[in-house]
């Protein structure tokens, strides 16, 4: 029985399990693996992508290329007799070109419940939305962003402790499997598309260190969301001072305040005021330290206010 041919294009920690899961099928080649350039680091070194790295570790053969919408790369892929390219938090837009020569052949992972939160970061906004529900998506890839048929859809239930570091752990595991399932199942799946209905759209845009400002303003749900959705980056933060402090391990403690922003430092916590309740902060970051625990925190700091600092 002939395996089928695979172009895998992906880069961070998230394709790293699909591209596991396909490399260890009988029925699956993966032909070539595309990812991004190496990071340039300290003193001049380069630290290659995960998938890049597993690529080598594997013995798959790889490319970092500027560009997969140059006629050189599409030329290169003739040679390849490729099934399909599976594309997987690669990071470069998908041309034209590339979508003509391999029409509906293209296939893509994407962690939300499409319709909602077409754009980069859906794992953060489905968290900042508070929803309790989401999935990973196996799409055909079109011009529009993330607004191709759908082929599968795997739901995944939302804990009340879940953050974006465990939610994509999560989305990742089961993503990886729907994205087997949809390969080997092309066919029937393809009949069966679902067309999105583009009026139920919405999206999300990139994040930035900005994002991560929590003014206790807002009602402490909200804050919570922010602190899930921001856990891994940009991480949240208060302003003290003019000076940033981040924060972790935060909980909610639901109350009547007479005083938002009001700060308390206890023994091994502080408490801050939101708008509907008390915020109890586990760590924190003072600008240029490392994060610890607000015990040991305490025992080099301290806090000559008792009121935040918050935007109206």
Known sequence: MKKINICF???????????????KDEDIDIRLVVSAKDKKRNRNKFTPTVVKKYAIDNNLEYITPDTVNSEEFLDDLEKYDLDYIVVVAFGQLIGSKLLERYKDRILNLH???????????????????????????????????DSGDILLQKDIQIKQDD???????????????????TIKNYDSLYKSRIKQDDSLATFSKKITKEDGLITFNEKGENIINKWRAFRSYPQVFF??????YKIDCLEFIKE??????????????????????????????????????????????????????YEK
């Open 256 to 309: 009547e305040v007479s005083n938002i922003g009001n700060l308390e430092v206890c023994k091994d916590h502080l408490e801050i005021a939101c708008k509907n309740g008390i915020i109890k902060i586990g760590k924190i970051q003072k600008p240029g330290k490392k994060m610890m625990d607000v015990n040991s925190f305490l025992r080099g700091n301290d806090f000559n206010v008792n009121n935040i600092n």
């Open 239 to 244: 302003k003290l001072k003019d000076e940033n």
């Open 163 to 181: 953050d974006f570091i465990s939610l994509s752990e999560k989305l990742s595991y089961y993503g990886a499997r729907a994205m087997l399932e």
């Open 9 to 23: 294009m992906g880069s961070p920690e998230f394709s790293l399990e699909t591209l596991d899961l396909l490399n």
């Open 111 to 145: 962690p939300s419940k499409l319709p909602d939160y077409r754009g980069p970061s859906p794992i953060q906004y489905t968290l900042l939305n508070g929803k309790k529900e989401t999935a990973a998506t196996t799409m055909l890839i079109e011009k529009g962003m």
